[in-house]
Every structure is written in C-alpha cells, then in structure tokens.
C-alpha cells in the first residue's frame, strides 16, 4: 500500500505525500467494557449461542421526530425499506432488553471503568452525565434508539506525527448482534444488547493512514491498561472519517481489526480521487442524467434468468457516462457497484448497465433496443434493474439520484468497512435530528476525584521485567495478552510469577492447539490449580489438571488431580522410584556416566508420571548415577 495506481485515465504515482491531497481523518473508537452487569439492568454481559434462545420477539420500527421536530435523513431512508425485526431472547433475558420496562439507572461500575479512561487521555470530565437518545431503527435496538452519555471532552494523545486531540469520551449501551439477514427481514441476539460500551472520538488531527493506524493502536493500549475491557472479536470496532481536498467527509463504519486500518484509509483516498476524476471527466463531457422509464417490453423474450423472472425492468439513460460506469474506484468495485449499492438499500438485488453489456444472457441486439428506447447514444450509458414493480422502481430512483451526484463528485455518506479494505454504501451521514434527551433515566453527579489511574500496559510490562524478573518477550506477552487481569491476581496470592505467566501464555495456548476447550478455564481455576503447585502438585503435572477443568469445569482444582491420577508422592517415594530405573539401567551408567543422564530422567518422569517436582527427580537422579560411577 501506499503506491496509486489505476487504469490508463491516470500516470502511476510515486509514494503518495497525503498533505498534496488534503488528507484529513479522525477516528471513533467503540469498546466494550468487561462489567458484570449491563448499562440500564442487571442482566449478565456474557455472550450466548444463538441455539441456546428461548423464544423470539417481533417488530417493526419506525422514525420519529426530535424534539425540534426533525427528522433524521439516515433514520428517514432506513425507514424506507419495511423489514421485521426478530429477537433472540435467554433465560437471561429481562423486559428492560425487550423495551417491556423502563430502563433502570446507569450502572455504576461502567462509569468508573468510563472515569479511568478519561483520567488515561487527560480529559476533563463534565460535571453531570446526561443521557441521550439516538435514534437507530435498522433494528439492533429494540426501542428505536440507542442509549449514551456525554462522560468527559478535551484530551490527547502522543503520536510520530504529532499530537492527536481527544474530542470527546461517551458512554453507550451496545446493540444486537445480528444474525442472520434475509428478504423478509433481519435476525437479532438480545444477548450483546446493552453491555456497556465506551466511544471515543479524535479531532480530525489524523493526516495519514500510518498515523490513523498508530492513534488507534494507542488507544487500543490505553482501554486495555484498565483491565476491564472485553476482547476477542467484535468487542471494539473502529470507524474512521475520512476526507480529501475537494471531496467529502466519508465515515467508514466497522474496521475490526487495527491492522486494517491503514488500508481502508488509503483505498477510500483512492476511492474519493477516482470519484473527483470522474466528475470532472462528465462535467467535461457535459453529462446529465435522464428520467427513469419502464422497458419491460425491451426484454420480453430474454434470455436472461435475472430479467425473465422478474416482474418489472426499468432504466435509466446516463448521458454522458458512457465507459465510466465500468470504471474501478477501489479493487473490485466500480462506479456501477455504488450505483449497485443505492440499489440494494432499495431491496433489490442490484443493477445491470451498458458498460457491462452484453453479457449474463442479454444480448447485443438487447442493448441496442434498450439504448433506443431511453433515447441513449453510443457515447452514453443506460443502468437498469430488474424486480417487483414497487422494489424495481424505488430502486432505480436511487441509482438516479446517486448518478447526478457522480457528476458533482464525492457524496457525505457513511459507508461499511469490508474484509478486503474497501468499503460499500450505507446510508447518508447522520444529523443532529437523531439525538433527544432520554426523558426514563435522570442525570448522574460525576466525581471523578475518587478514581485511580489505571498503570499502562507499557509500564506493566517494564515492572514485570525489573521486580518480577520475567523474560522480556515474555512480560510483553502477559502484559498486552487477555489474562493480564489473571496474573496480576496470581501474583497477589503468591504464586511465582515465572510458573504463572509461563501456564497463562504458553501452556494455555498449547491447549487451545491440542483442541482443549480452555474457554472453559475461568480464573478461579487457573489460580486455584496454580496454588496447588509444590505440596500437593508437580508443575509438570499442572498441563494434565487444566485439560480435566476444561473438559469437566464443575470440578474443584482438587478434584482434577486426583482425576489426573496426578496426587503428589513424598521425597522417600521418589528416592524409591529413582532408585529402581537406575539399577534397571547400571550397566548404561557404568558405560556413560553423567551422559545417562537425560535418557534416565525422561525414563523416571515417565514413571512417577507428574506426580513429582522435576527439580527433586533431577537432584536424585544425579545422587544415584553419582553413587554408581
């Protein structure tokens, strides 16, 4: 990344100076908090598999005004397309989550998480917390809206490339997870619904993808520092707002990993010149866009499967555009795929257009019919979409209305982030209109002043090397891995720091790779068999204790050992046990000396089967060679 490069329509470019093209980003981050409760009930936040639902709840929703009686643009096209929204609900579930009851007041605990993070970015926390409502009514919330509060403002943090200011840090309750998504209409799970998360939103400081990536990477470390976030996939999501000189403001919506970060910047800097290209190429040509019209007829004896089963087909002449609907703005996606995607917002399953044509069974004499019925010429373009009459005909007034802003150049829109770092069309950037003051819970006193700042990640990470004299590669591991949290209160409780960050880095990841469902160690076990450790178990029997807790969790630490048949022996048992493969072995002793050495002591843990602390099998083992030699 980093080079741009196109069609012949533009010279290849060296490494690309971002300040040439007005390379303006920020970034919004959205981090789950890791409570024991969700925001507005007491409902648990763990997560839940679809199958293990209860039963299912069904709405519709719609949007209403502000209290300045407006209506947001993006809630008001969302609305457009009427959908039934099915809810998955636990024995976890309550009526709060179902929008059956008030919610209740904020937890308590997310806003002392939220407080330590604002004290993280050296941000000024307001007085009093209002809450809020936003209206979403794409169903991932029950109610129509989504629940947050403004918590602090004015922050910043450090980057290469300069400082990037914090503009402000909210607490937020998290939608639903969607499920599955079909013509009739989605599929949600009320158990993500509610879990506390935190936004945080950067000044528009950010002037290249490098920087964006680092800003977030920053903040990633500075959420995980307070060791009370959640994590794995989907528990923080990154949107980033970019915009380039003469194009617009873009928010690209989703970006779940970090890595990816960089390159969705580049591609829709990519994206936006492509776009800036184009208009200028149709203001030149003198391009307009006609009115839609019906050519059903057109296709009456297609061949085309697409066309045949459809009930209506209506087109639009692009004039002016012709060869410029085929054209790539992102990897695989063309100005035809934006058209495409207006398109599909109207329920439709996408477009046809010249440029492409013929092909997927229509023919040349097709197009031709086609071009002469909307009045195109050969230097023009002609979009089609073929489906029921009403979804056919809402969707190509969308493809219309996005290719007479072709001409203008680069549209405001928020856009989804897409695995391969390009981005689709979501729906228009969002106003003022959808935020409300939420009237069912009252504002809470802020008092930031009890509150301690959480050590870094950084700072961890050299005390575990200076004071618990850990391997460096091994310190950063624990300090930035998922059970940091765990070894901190292993280490509370005694236990060497060395065994436990080696048991939760190492031998937990071993048996993850040996399919041992270690999603099951919870940390009460992982510390309970650790403390087990020297009297009553060897460590090299500790692997075998964590496989029975994981295949059967109900177990006590205790309980696993003598599971695992791993019950410690005394030093007299050892001594006896050592004894008896060294006679087995005399005469390789006799032979080899101290050179028996490894081979007898893997013979002897064979033997004592983990029920003995290496240490003393090596130390008698070494007494007992010694006595023969």
Same mark, same amino acid.
């Not at 994590?231 to 970006?255: C, H």
């Not at 996005?402 to 897409?418: H, K, L, Q, S």
């Given at each position: &990344? *980093?080079?741009? +490069?196109?069609?012949?329509?533009?010279?290849? &470019?060296?490494?690309?100076?971002?300040?040439?093209?007005?390379?303006?980003?920020?970034?919004? %981050?959205?981090?789950?908090?890791?409570?024991?409760?969700?925001?507005? +009930?007491?409902?648990?936040?763990?997560?839940?598999?679809?199958? =293990?639902?209860?039963?299912? /709840?069904?709405?519709?929703?719609?949007?209403?005004?502000?209290?300045?009686?407006?209506?947001?643009?993006?809630?008001?096209? @969302?609305?457009? %397309?009427?959908?039934?929204?099915?809810?998955?609900?636990?024995?976890?579930? +309550?009526?709060?989550?179902?929008?059956?009851?008030?919610?209740?007041? %904020?937890?308590?605990?997310?806003?002392?998480?939220?407080?330590?993070?604002?004290?993280?970015?050296?941000? !000024?926390?307001?007085?009093?917390?209002?809450?809020?409502?936003?209206?979403?009514?794409?169903?991932?919330?029950?109610?129509?809206?989504?629940? !947050?509060?403004?918590?602090?403002?004015?922050?910043?943090?450090?980057?290469?490339? *300069?400082?990037? @200011? $914090?503009?402000?840090?909210?607490? @937020? @309750?998290?939608? +639903?997870?969607?499920?599955?998504?079909?013509?009739?209409?989605?599929?949600?799970?009320?158990?993500?619904?509610?879990?506390?998360?935190?936004?945080?939103?950067? *000044?528009?400081?950010?002037? !290249?993808?490098?920087?964006?990536?680092?800003?977030?990477?920053?903040?990633? &470390?500075?959420?995980?520092?307070?060791?009370?976030?959640?994590?794995?996939?989907?528990?923080?999501?990154?949107?980033?707002?970019? !915009?380039?000189?003469?194009?617009?403001?873009?928010?690209?919506?989703? /970006?779940?990993?970090?890595?990816? %970060?960089?390159? $969705?910047?580049?591609? =829709?800097?990519?994206?936006?010149? =492509?776009?800036?290209?184009?208009?200028?190429?149709?203001?030149?040509?003198?391009?307009?866009?006609?009115?839609?019209?019906?050519?059903?007829?057109?296709?009456?004896?297609?061949?085309?499967? /697409?066309?045949?089963?459809?009930?209506?087909?209506?087109? /639009?002449?692009?004039?002016?555009?012709?060869?410029?609907?085929?054209r790539e703005i992102q990897p695989d996606r063309r100005l035809g795929t934006e058209f495409s995607d207006h398109a599909k917002r109207s329920g439709a399953g996408g477009i046809f257009h010249t440029d492409e044509l013929p092909a997927y069974g229509i023919t040349q004499t097709e197009v031709d019919a086609l071009r002469e019925t909307v009045g195109a010429g050969e230097h023009d373009a002609v979009a089609l979409v073929a489906a029921a009459d009403s979804v056919a005909r809402g969707a190509i007034e969308a493809v219309t209305d996005?290719?007479?802003?072709?001409?203008?150049?680069?549209?405001?829109?928020?856009?989804?982030?897409?695995t391969d770092g390009t981005s689709e069309y979501l729906r228009p950037l969002p106003g003022a209109a959808r935020m409300y003051p939420e009237t069912d819970v009252p504002p809470v006193e802020l008092d930031p002043s009890g509150v301690e700042t959480p050590e870094l990640l950084t700072e961890k990470e050299e005390r575990y090397v200076s004071e618990l004299a850990l391997d460096p590669t091994l310190a950063e591991q624990v300090a930035y891995g998922r059970r940091m949290p765990t070894f901190e209160r292993a280490i509370e409780r005694g236990i060497d720091p060395t065994l436990a960050a080696r048991t939760l880095e190492g031998t937990i990841t071993e048996l993850r790779r040996d399919d041992v469902s270690v999603e099951n160690l919870t940390e009460a076990h992982l510390i309970a068999a650790l403390e087990l450790v020297g009297d009553e178990l060897a460590k090299e029997g500790l692997t075998a204790v964590l496989r029975v807790l994981a295949t059967d969790p109900g177990l006590s630490a205790e309980q696993a050992v003598e599971e695992a048949g791993l019950a410690g022996v005394d030093e007299e048992a050892v001594r006896a046990t050592v004894a008896e493969v060294a006679d087995r072995n005399e005469t390789q002793i006799q032979e080899e000396g101290m050179g028996a050495f490894s081979a007898l002591m893997g013979e002897c843990m064979g033997a004592l089967r983990g029920k003995a602390d290496g240490e003393l099998v090596s130390a008698v083992l070494r007494e007992e060679i010694q006595k023969r030699t």
């Open positions: &990344m *980093g080079f741009y +490069c196109s069609d012949t329509h533009h010279d290849v &470019m060296t490494e690309r100076d971002y300040a040439d093209v007005g390379l303006v980003a920020g970034l919004e %981050i959205h981090q789950q908090l890791d409570t024991d409760t969700k925001l507005f +009930c007491e409902c648990p936040t763990r997560r839940r598999e679809p199958q =293990e639902a209860m039963r299912q /709840v069904t709405r519709y929703l719609h949007p209403t005004r502000s209290e300045l009686g407006e209506i947001d643009e993006a809630a008001l096209e @969302e609305s457009r %397309i009427e959908r039934e929204f099915t809810y998955l609900a636990y024995d976890t579930t +309550c009526l709060v989550e179902e929008d059956d009851e008030p919610p209740h007041r %904020i937890d308590r605990e997310a806003l002392s998480v939220t407080l330590e993070i604002a004290q993280l970015l050296g941000m !000024s926390v307001v007085d009093q917390a209002h809450i809020m409502r936003k209206i979403v009514v794409d169903g991932s919330n029950t109610s129509g809206f989504q629940r !947050s509060a403004l918590i602090a403002t004015d922050g910043e943090i450090e980057t290469e490339a *300069g400082p990037v @200011e $914090i503009t402000d840090l909210l607490i @937020e @309750e998290e939608s +639903c997870q969607r499920v599955e998504e079909t013509e009739q209409g989605v599929t949600y799970s009320l158990d993500r619904l509610g879990i506390p998360l935190v936004e945080i939103g950067t *000044g528009p400081d950010l002037r !290249s993808p490098e920087q964006a990536q680092e800003a977030a990477a920053t903040l990633g &470390m500075l959420l995980r520092s307070t060791g009370s976030v959640k994590r794995g996939l989907g528990t923080i999501r990154q949107d980033v707002n970019v !915009s380039i000189e003469g194009g617009a403001r873009v928010e690209l919506k989703g /970006v779940q990993s970090l890595d990816e %970060i960089a390159a $969705i910047v580049e591609r =829709e800097v990519d994206r936006q010149l =492509e776009l800036l290209d184009i208009s200028e190429t149709l203001t030149e040509r003198g391009a307009s866009v006609g009115e839609p019209s019906d050519v059903t007829d057109v296709f009456e004896n297609t061949d085309s499967g /697409v066309i045949a089963g459809a009930e209506t087909v209506v087109a /639009v002449p692009l004039f002016g555009f012709e060869g410029l609907v085929g996005r290719a007479r802003v072709a001409i203008d150049g680069v549209p405001e829109e928020t856009r989804g982030a897409t």
